[in-house]
C-alpha cells in the first residue's frame, strides 16, 4: 500500500506532467497559427521584391513569375521536371540529327 507522502507524490507528478502537456500544446497551435498567418501574408507573392506572383506555363509546368522584378520561381521538383525534358529533348533532337548521316 503506498503511503500517503507516495501518494501525494504521485498526485504532484501527475499534476507536472498534465501541465507541461497543455503547455506543449499550446506552443504547438501558436506555431501553427504562426505558420497560417505568415503562408497567407506572403502566399503568391515575390520573395524578393514583395509583388504579386502571376503563373506561367512552360513546357507543361506551371511557374511563377513575379509582375514587377520579373523573377521566377520554382516549386520543389520543376526545376529537376524541367532538365529532365531539356534532356529527353536534347536526345530526341541529337538523335534526329545524326539519322541524317546514316
Ligand atoms: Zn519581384
Redesign the pocket.
Known sequence: MPTEIEKREEEDRWFKKHEEDLIEAAKEKKRIEEEERLKKLHFMH?P????TLHQIEIEGITLDK?V????LWFDKGELEELQRREEEHKHKFFGKFMEMFR
Do not use: D, F, L, N
Not at 524578393?48 to 509583388?51: A, E, L, N, R, V
Not at 514587377?68 to 523573377?71: A, M, N, S
Open positions: 515575390c524578393k521584391c514583395g509583388q513575379c514587377k522584378c520579373e523573377g
